[in-house]
C-alpha cells in the first residue's frame, strides 16, 4: 500500500506541502492542473511547475486526479475526436514527469454531489452531507448555486465554467440511455487506453458519486455489476478503476470488501473513507472507523492487504474538525486520522501474517 495525499497546490489549498510531509508515510501527492478546464490540453510547463514543488519535499506524481472528460466525449459528439486527441496529448504530458495512475470519471455534468459541505455532526464537527429527499425535489440550478456561493475555493467537478452551461448540459442528455453512455465510454478509452498503455500509465475510473442516477442524469459506475461490465470493456493493463469505498459505499448493498478481494488486480488506486448510510438513503461521511459509519473499512484493508496490494491509497475525504478552515472534504487533520488509521490497520494485518508464517 503507498500511501499518497491529495493536494490541490500552492494558491488553492489550505494544506501546505510541509504539513503533508509530516503525516507519516505519505510517498507522493495525487495531484491536478485545476485551472484547466475539461477537455484542454495539460501544458508541460504547467506540470513542471508542480513537480518543481513536489521535488523541494521529496514527494512523486504518481497519481494524477482527474484528468476530466470533456461532455462532448460522454455525450458521443462528433466534436469528441479533438477533445480526445487533446486528452491523449495530456496523457503524454504528464508521462514525462512520471505518472503511473491517471484517476478519471465519466458522471455526466455533475462529479460527487452533495447538499450540505459542513453539515454540523453531533460532537461539533461538520461533514459532506447528501439529503436524498432534498436533491431527489431540486432544481439542480439551486444545487449549483448554493454549492458554489459560500465556496471559498473553485471545487473539482464545480468549476464555474464548466457549470455555466447547465441549462445546455441538461438538455444535451435528454436522450442519452445508460447504455449509450457505456458506448461513449468505450468508443473514449478505445482511443485513449493505447496512449496510456505505451506510457505505462493506468487510466483508473472513479464510481458515480452518489452511485446512482441524480437529476434523471444517467449514471454508469455504480455497483459491483458495473465494475464488472466496466473491466470486460478492455483487456489491456491500462483499464482499470479507483475503487472508492465512500462512492460505491453509500449503497448499502455494495459490499466494497467484497469487490476488492474479486477485482484487486485491477485497481491501481484506492480511495478509503467511510460514510454513514441512513434508512431514508441520506448519508454523512464519518471518521474512517467501521464503528462510526456503514462501511467495514478494517475488512477494507484486510481485503487489500491478504492480497498484497501494491497500487497508491489515499485518505478520500475528511471531516472538517478542530475548527480547521479548508476546502469541503480536504482539511488536513481529519484526513492525517485517517492515514494513521489505515496504516494501524495495515501494519496489525501485517504482523499478523508474519507471525502465522514463522
Ligand atoms: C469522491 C472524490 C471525487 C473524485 C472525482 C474523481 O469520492 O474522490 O471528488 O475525486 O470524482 O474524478
Ligand atoms: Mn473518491
Not at 250 to 268: C, G, L, S, V, Y
Amino acid at each position: 500500500m503507498r500511501m499518497t495525499f491529495r493536494w490541490y497546490g500552492e494558491n488553492n489549498d489550505s494544506v501546505t506541502l510541509e504539513q503533508i510531509k509530516q503525516i507519516p508515510g505519505v510517498e507522493g501527492l495525487v495531484w491536478a492542473l485545476h485551472d484547466k478546464v475539461a477537455g484542454e490540453v495539460w501544458p508541460l510547463e504547467d506540470i513542471m511547475q508542480v513537480k518543481e514543488q513536489a521535488d523541494r519535499y521529496g514527494f512523486h506524481l504518481d497519481v494524477v486526479e482527474s484528468i476530466n472528460v470533456h461532455e462532448d466525449i460522454k455525450l458521443g459528439l462528433p466534436t469528441r475526436d479533438a477533445y480526445i486527441e487533446n486528452y491523449k496529448e495530456s496523457i503524454r504530458n504528464v508521462a514525462k514527469v512520471g505518472a503511473k495512475v491517471i484517476c478519471y470519471n465519466f458522471m455526466p455534468v455533475f462529479d460527487w454531489t452533495r447538499t450540505d459541505l459542513f453539515k454540523e455532526m453531533e460532537d461539533g464537527s461538520t461533514a459532506l452531507f447528501y439529503e436524498k429527499a432534498k436533491v431527489d425535489n431540486m432544481d439542480p440550478r439551486e444545487l449549483v448555486r448554493q454549492t458554489t456561493s459560500n465556496a471559498a475555493f473553485t471545487m473539482p467537478g464545480w468549476e464555474p465554467e464548466r457549470l455555466a452551461h447547465i441549462e445546455k448540459s441538461l438538455k444535451a442528455y435528454e436522450n442519452v440511455t445508460e447504455d449509450d453512455l457505456w458506448e461513449h465510454l468505450q468508443y473514449f478509452l478505445e482511443q485513449v487506453l493505447p496512449v496510456a498503455e505505451e506510457h505505462g500509465i493506468q487510466m483508473a475510473i472513479h464510481p458515480d458519486d452518489p452511485p446512482w442516477s441524480v437529476f434523471g442524469l444517467p449514471r454508469i459506475i455504480t455497483s459491483e455489476a458495473a465494475v464488472e461490465r466496466f473491466l470486460q470493456l478492455s483487456n489491456s493493463p491500462a483499464h482499470g478503476i479507483t475503487l472508492c469505498s465512500g462512492s460505491l459505499g453509500a449503497n448499502p448493498e455494495n459490499d466494497i470488501p467484497k469487490i476488492i478481494r474479486r477485482f484487486h488486480d485491477r485497481i491501481p488506486f484506492a480511495h478509503i473513507r467511510n460514510v454513514k448510510i441512513y434508512e431514508n438513503g441520506d448519508f454523512i461521511e464519518t471518521s474512517h472507523r467501521s464503528q462510526d459509519g456503514s462501511v467495514n473499512i478494517a475488512d477494507v484493508v484486510k481485503a487489500y492487504h491478504e492480497n498484497g496490494f501494491t497500487g497508491y491509497v489515499r485518505p478520500d475525504h475528511g471531516r472538517h474538525i478542530w475548527n480547521e478552515k479548508c476546502r469541503p472534504g480536504y482539511g488536513l487533520y481529519d484526513r492525517a486520522l485517517g492515514i494513521m488509521h489505515l496504516w494501524g490497520l495495515w501494519d496489525a494485518y501485517e504482523l499478523e501474517a508474519k507471525r502465522r508464517q514463522s
